[in-house]
């Protein structure tokens, strides 16, 4: 998996609306060079298979503006949650492979077809990877009163009493999920997995301090770090993350190679034409080079590292086998 560090902008959702319209900006459509003639001609869908508030809902809404300012077409943010996420992949799975309708997918994309006995449509074949739009750290985390300041000292605890402390997740077969049962593995240690509906769930109970750990992406949880509601024992990245040096990462905090990446990713149908899969993905790439994007991106400690669409493919074929191998040796199965 492609190193790379980049962390969500907190962002403005509407809380009951199933779809947000960015707005039509002043500046004329201007045709660049290797574009599809006539591309796009009407309103782009962007399918997010999960409620609104999480990085694959908050990605479009940072790339829909910046697409709009160079097509005069409008980005329609569409939250589709439902099974895991399975509601809303499965219409862009069927969806007419034109260009107008696409998917926010997660890392929770890679981890579906190994938890899951059937699915209506292939992870692989069913979708062609546009642009990688985010990646980055997942972080262990514990409530100040829980005592453990090291990821050394977390693992002593648990090694102490096997099979009693607990660990949140934002729901089994999710990224906490996964990033947390590797941890498991790697550390050598028994404890029990707690899955909750979502992140504020797993993270109230987290800080209550009714659960002993947590491994969300850093975004959410950043508050909590700074005003020490929380304590960052480690990040799972290979490298630390540019803008929180201080916290260790889990592989050198005890855990030799363990990483564990979150990401998010704009994927198409599979029959989407080639030039306009490649036109999509120069567009995104030019969003994540202008500079009032970096500096935003910078401003949460966010580094920008874009994959080509043949290389997002390899990346979420290899961490689908990654996940099953996981899946099949931890016992994880869909609710």
Known sequence: MPKVIMRYIVAAVQSAAIVMIVGLPAPAFA???GNTPGYPVKPIRVVVPFSPGGVADITPRIIGPKLVETWRQPVVVDNRPGAGGVVGTEIVAKANPDGYTLLSASANHSATPAIRASLPFDTLKDFAGIALTSGGAYVLVVAPSFGAKSVSELIALAKAQPGQLNFSSAGTGSGTHFAAELFKVRANIDVVHVPYKGIPEALTDTVAG???FFMPS???VITFIKDGRLVALGVSTQARVSGFP??????ESGVPGYQWNAWTALLAPAKTPRSIVNQLHREV???FSLPDVQV????IGAEVAP???EQLDKMIAAEIALTTQLARKAGIKAD
């Open 31 to 33: 045709q660049r060079a």
């Open 210 to 212: 009714r659960v002993q």
């Open 218 to 220: 850093l975004s959410p």
């Open 246 to 251: 201080d916290i260790p990462t889990i592989a």
């Open 285 to 287: 790439s030019r969003v």
């Open 296 to 299: 935003r991106m910078a401003a």
């Open 307 to 309: 994959i080509s669409p």
